[in-house]
């Protein structure tokens, strides 16, 4: 009798173990991607005194820089959440964006949120392009009849004209 009370407190224990361990799967996975924002060192960066070398030795290189027109650098921060067999999810994000006059020199700091952010939701089920809609039969029978046929030419018939002679 005593076994099988100690073999049902080992199931039950082994039951609670497993349980634990799968619910721990469970959790959503939190990422940080970009750049750590300071604010005590963006904040520090200052219309007309900064420029791009004290600006690059307070904040360090930005995410990326403008390639055309004015200069701006920006600085890309993104909090992300993941639940279990979900994608990647924005919840958080700032962007700092510095723009540069032509000497050098800082013009302008701004900063972005949330809400720059645009939701897209595709339509998986139907892609919509250019050309014909055809069946499955015009895909797979459309080019019988076509091989060898010069492209613009009509034979004796009214017909395409083939490569053999006379025309056949």
Known sequence: MREYGRMKRLRAVSALALLALAAGGCASIRDHRGYL???ALTGSVQPGIDNRMSVER?????TFKSEFGKQIWYYVSIDT?????KRPQAKAQNVLMVSFD???NVANVERRGMEKVVALNPDGHKTPTLGRNRSFFEDLFGNIGSVG???GQMGPGGGPQ??????S
């Open 58 to 62: 307070a904040l360090g290189q930005p």
């Open 149 to 151: 046929a010069v492209p």
């Open 162 to 167: 083939g490569s053999g002679p006379n025309g």
């Open 81 to 85: 959440r993941q639940r279990p067999f």
């Open 102 to 104: 032509e000497k050098g």
């Open 37 to 39: 924002i300071d604010p």
